[in-house]
């Protein structure tokens, strides 16, 4: 029995506690953005080839390619 005497503050102090970081993040905006993060995961900063991938989606280029060269070997 005397140990509900103690147990029972610290629970009560440790919700409020959980209570009070969770309005902290909702406030500081931690949930803003949930789809964000998730995404981002899934595509590589570094990667070369991703804002080619963005430009091809937006559709051909205005620009048309030069023909090539027939008489030059082929780059490796």
């Not at 009560?12 to 959980?18: D, E």
């Not at 953005?33 to 981002?40: F, I, N, Q, R, V």
Request: glycine share 4%; aromatic share 10%.
């Amino acid at each position: 029995m005397p140990a509900l005497y103690v147990m029972i503050p610290a629970a009560l102090l440790i919700v409020a506690i959980a209570v009070y970081i969770f309005f902290w993040a909702v406030d500081s905006g931690q949930y803003d953005d949930l789809d964000g993060p998730a995404h981002s995961v899934l595509f590589d900063d570094q990667d070369p080839k991703h804002l080619a991938a963005v430009d091809e989606a937006d559709g051909p280029p205005n620009t048309p390619t030069p023909p090539a060269d027939k008489d030059q070997a082929p780059h490796a």
